[in-house]
């Protein structure tokens, strides 16, 4: 009961754009939410990421999946404004935004959810969510009175309603990660990037999170590109699986077809994968 | 022996005030402003200066507070840019650099230009016993001016939204960043709350003895150790620190004597450095 009326607070709410279906059309060429066009990023001699060009349409679960050091999680931290791209460009419906930085990427609709959860450990769960909800996208500082509704219903949705008044340090990693999604989702993004959101967790917590992230998709209507090495998940939940390696994209679309790809499978998933 | 600690405790509450605008500045930027207790002085000199040229006392008091805060914004975007975008030991290094740099300057100016300049504001009235102890008019006026302080700061920092962006920073850069939060901006409105600051303890200094021209020196040694005592970043760690602080000066003076007191101090700071490396209250705490 409380977590419906939390949705619908949400939903109320600045960061709600509509309750989508996935827009299959995305790959096909209409306007999508995210373009990645072309973006390099080096580390001295070194391409993270090389070349990479991508779109990712409104109300779409992208995964994004590769050996490490294949440039994943460089690729985030540039939509994020956390690295500035050697070269390409990178826009949200349209309006660039990777010239610029963090805090005014998440003004602009982009949430990230770090795999190392980024709380902070002297306030309370409900104060880490409500710095969540004050500086969103389209409705720029909110009052004290509702960024702290905002942020008690997303907490609400992400089931920590309960654990609102506790110190953070009480939270597990499982919990501390939701918390996090909680922070994100107050801000009331378009785009929400996850980063490794479900390493170090067990088959029951991905059970949970698989649910979460669906229902942020499915109830809130926000967009999610999402750097993931639990394949079991990305199977579950991904429309569509961008495969990167040695920075360069190796293979894109369904997790099935990505699956049967042999380059795909010599490179990240092993033969004893598909055996 | 009560009207030792209770000097300690109006002299503490000053120590608070100023250990306040160093752990902010610390705990937000990592730099260890030298030139903190200089920004005092230089707000003592420009309230001394309004006076002297005939603007009521409390006016000049708020202009010699604007004009050290002014400094202290001035410093944040300019000079410290640059610090900023250093890490490690070379954001250390640069920002104390820099900052007794500019300790330099603003002493060699106001020594050249105001070589005899103080501050010294009279409060008039009859002593005001306090538990049977009378204290000074100027000292209860200091003393009210910076409980008011702390008690609007610990507000400030507690329960409103900017408050809870700074601490959000002091405790996580990166994450302050990722929830819409502006480390540049903080920083800025911070450098100058703590010029501010500066400003208001050269004002309720004053107002128990004259402030020089050559204090500065001193106000920043005693504003390290407080900050330090208290914990880097924390501002009730801060003003526990000024009072517990205070206390220990004022009894190491009246029972050794004064010239004992930096020495206890110091080494009062490095007794919480070995024992307590996060000081009293932790960092970040607010």
């Known amino acids: 009961m409380w977590a419906q009326q939390a949705r619908r607070a949400l939903l109320r709410g600045p960061s709600a754009h509509r309750q989508v279906a996935p827009d299959q059309s995305a790959a096909g060429g209409i306007v999508p939410l995210l373009q990645a066009e072309a973006i390099t990023k080096h580390f001295g001699n070194v391409f993270a990421v090389e070349d990479v060009t991508f779109r990712v349409g409104d109300g779409e679960i992208v995964a994004v999946v590769g050996p490490n050091g294949a440039g994943k999680s460089t690729l985030l931290k540039m939509i994020a404004g956390l690295e500035r791209p050697t070269s390409g460009q990178v826009r949200l419906a349209g309006r660039l935004v990777h010239a610029r930085v963090p805090h005014q990427v998440r003004r602009q609709g982009i949430s990230i959810v770090m795999q190392t959860p980024l709380t902070f450990t002297s306030m309370t769960v409900l104060d880490n969510a409500t710095l969540g909800a004050m500086f969103g996208p389209g409705h720029g500082v909110l009052t004290e009175r509702r960024a702290r509704q905002r942020a008690a219903d997303s907490l609400a949705f992400v089931g920590l309603a309960q654990r609102a008044d506790d110190p953070v340090a009480s939270l597990n990693l499982h919990q501390q990660r939701f918390l996090e999604l909680a922070k994100a989702l107050a801000g009331g993004p378009r785009l929400l990037l996850l980063d490794e959101v479900m390493a170090g967790l067990n088959e029951t917590e991905i059970a949970a999170s698989v649910q979460i992230v669906r229902s942020v998709r499915d109830e809130l209507g926000v967009t999610i590109l999402w750097v993931e090495h639990v394949m079991s998940a990305v199977i579950e939940l991904a429309e569509r699986v961008i495969v990167l390696n040695f920075g360069k994209v190796l293979a894109e679309g369904t997790p099935k077809a990505v699956m049967r790809h042999p380059e795909v499978i010599d490179a990240y998933l092993g033969k004893a994968h598909i055996a | ?286």
């Open chain 2, 1 to 286: 022996m009560k009207a030792v600690i209770l000097d300690g405790i109006v002299l503490g509450l000053g120590f608070g005030l100023l250990g306040v605008g160093m752990t902010l500045v610390y705990g937000l930027g990592g730099v260890l402003n030298l030139a903190y207790g200089e920004v005092a002085v230089l707000a003592a000199i420009v309230v001394a200066q309004a006076m002297a040229g005939g603007i009521p006392t409390a006016l000049a008091a708020v202009i010699g507070v604007l004009a050290a805060a002014s400094t202290g914004l001035l410093l944040d975007l300019t000079l410290m840019r640059p610090v900023y975008r250093q890490s490690g030991g070379n954001k250390v290094l640069l920002g104390l650099l820099l900052t007794l740099g500019v300790a330099f300057v603003i002493e060699g100016v106001l020594t050249w230009r105001d070589p005899l300049g103080a501050l010294s504001i009279n409060v008039a009235g009859k002593p005001i016993s306090i538990l049977g102890v009378p204290l000074a008019v100027g000292s209860v006026w200091a003393s009210v001016i910076a409980l008011a302080a702390a008690a609007a700061l610990l507000v400030f920092f507690g329960a409103t939204i900017f408050g809870r962006a700074v601490r959000s920073v002091i405790q996580d850069e990166l994450g302050a960043r990722l929830v819409g939060i502006s480390p540049a901006l903080v920083r800025a409105v911070i450098f100058a709350l703590s010029g501010g600051l500066a400003g208001l303890v050269a004002v309720t200094q004053s107002m128990t003895a004259p402030l020089t021209v050559n204090a500065g020196f001193n106000l920043t040694v005693t504003a390290l150790i407080v900050s330090v005592v208290g914990g880097l970043g924390s501002v009730a760690g801060a003003f526990l620190a000024g009072v517990l602080l205070g206390i220990v000066d004022s009894v190491s003076a009246y029972y050794i004597g004064r010239y004992i007191t930096s020495i206890v101090l110091l080494g009062a700071a490095v007794l919480t450095i070995l024992v307590w490396p996060r000081g009293l209250l932790g960092g970040g705490q607010g």
